[in-house]
Structures are given as structure tokens and as C-alpha cells.
């Protein structure tokens, strides 16, 4: 008699196939047994209710907390910020500043943060060290020092 052309590898391969497929039916026959059986929620089960604190519950609502809302008051959108108005002239002094590159950062002198500086925004030259006064504009990337110039 001729010996089996399967390996033992390839038996292994097909009884790992099977038994994956007869897995996979069992759990087919199960979700259709739990349909039958009532798995569906009905639709008062399926409600969430928003309680007074913004958080979900199973139960409604008390009807005698219950506030009354005016359509004016409701702002759709992102509220608008109030810009107080500050002293718009800041004195500062030059950290760092490379003129190859064209730019460097100021520390401002009442907030002691760093203000970045660029090249355009300069009026004269300036150095390390330096005293300078300057007004800060946000730009994309955060805090930029305009109108720069050597302090008097």
C-alpha cells in the first residue's frame, strides 16, 4: 500500500479549520436562539433620559425641577472671548536673537515670558541683552513681539 500524500502539518491545518468553522456556526445558532428567545429590547428600554446634572439615567425626569429655558439664551457656536484692553507698549529684554536665521526671543520684563521675535517685525537692529519695547500679536504658533525697537 501507498503511504498518505497529507503530512502531518496539512491534518493539523484541516482539523484547526474545522473546528474554527463548527465554532463559528455554534455562535451563529446561539444569536439566532437569543433573538427568538426576546434578546430585542423594546423601545421604553432602549430611552435614556438627561438628568438635571447633564448625566444619563434609566429614569425620566422630575417634572417639578424642571426649568424654563428662553430660545435668547441659548448661544449656538463658541461664546465670544472679552479681550481686556492692556497696555498694548511692553518693555522687555533680548534673550537670544540670531541675525543669520533672522529671528530670537524676548523675556518680557513684567510677565517673564518669552516672546518670539522675527527679523520683519524689528525696527533698527537689536542684540543680546538689549533693552527693547515691543507689542505681542498671536500668531498661529503663539505669542509674537511686532514693532520692535531699542528702548530710549
Same mark, same amino acid.
Given at each position: 500500500?501507498?503511504?498518505?500524500?497529507?503530512?502531518?502539518?496539512?491534518?493539523?491545518?484541516?482539523?484547526k479549520?474545522?473546528?474554527k468553522?463548527?465554532?463559528?456556526?455554534e455562535?451563529?445558532?446561539?444569536?439566532?436562539?437569543?433573538?427568538?428567545?426576546?434578546?430585542?429590547?423594546?423601545?421604553?428600554?432602549?430611552?435614556?433620559?438627561?438628568?438635571?446634572?447633564?448625566?444619563?439615567?434609566?429614569?425620566?425626569?422630575?417634572?417639578?425641577? @424642571?426649568?424654563?429655558?428662553? =430660545? !435668547?439664551?441659548?448661544?449656538? &457656536? %463658541?461664546?465670544?472671548?472679552? /479681550?481686556?484692553? +492692556?497696555?498694548?507698549?511692553?518693555?522687555?529684554?533680548?534673550?537670544?536673537?540670531?541675525?543669520?536665521?533672522?529671528?530670537?526671543?524676548?523675556?518680557?520684563?513684567?510677565?517673564?515670558?518669552?516672546?518670539?521675535?522675527?527679523?520683519?517685525?524689528?525696527?533698527?537692529?537689536?542684540?543680546?541683552?538689549? @533693552?527693547?519695547?515691543?507689542? =505681542? !500679536?498671536?500668531?498661529?504658533? &503663539? %505669542?509674537?513681539?511686532?514693532? /520692535?525697537?531699542? +528702548?530710549?
Amino acid at each position: 500500500m501507498a503511504k498518505s500524500q497529507d503530512s502531518f502539518n496539512k491534518k493539523e491545518k484541516e482539523k484547526k479549520r474545522q473546528k474554527k468553522n463548527q465554532e463559528k456556526q455554534e455562535r451563529r445558532e446561539q444569536r439566532k436562539a437569543d433573538k427568538l428567545e426576546g434578546g430585542t429590547k423594546s423601545f421604553e428600554d432602549m430611552i435614556s433620559y438627561v438628568d438635571e446634572n447633564g448625566n444619563l439615567t434609566s429614569t425620566p425626569p422630575d417634572p417639578s425641577k @424642571r426649568k424654563e429655558i428662553k =430660545v !435668547e439664551d441659548i448661544v449656538l &457656536g %463658541a461664546s465670544s472671548r472679552y /479681550v481686556e484692553e +492692556e497696555e498694548t507698549t511692553r518693555r522687555g529684554r533680548v534673550k537670544f536673537f540670531n541675525d543669520e536665521k533672522g529671528y530670537g526671543f524676548i523675556v518680557d520684563a513684567e510677565t517673564k515670558e518669552s516672546v518670539f521675535v522675527h527679523i520683519n517685525n524689528i525696527n533698527g537692529t537689536i542684540r543680546e541683552n538689549d @533693552r527693547v519695547t515691543f507689542e =505681542v !500679536e498671536m500668531g498661529p504658533k &503663539g %505669542a509674537n513681539a511686532v514693532n /520692535v525697537s531699542l +528702548e530710549k
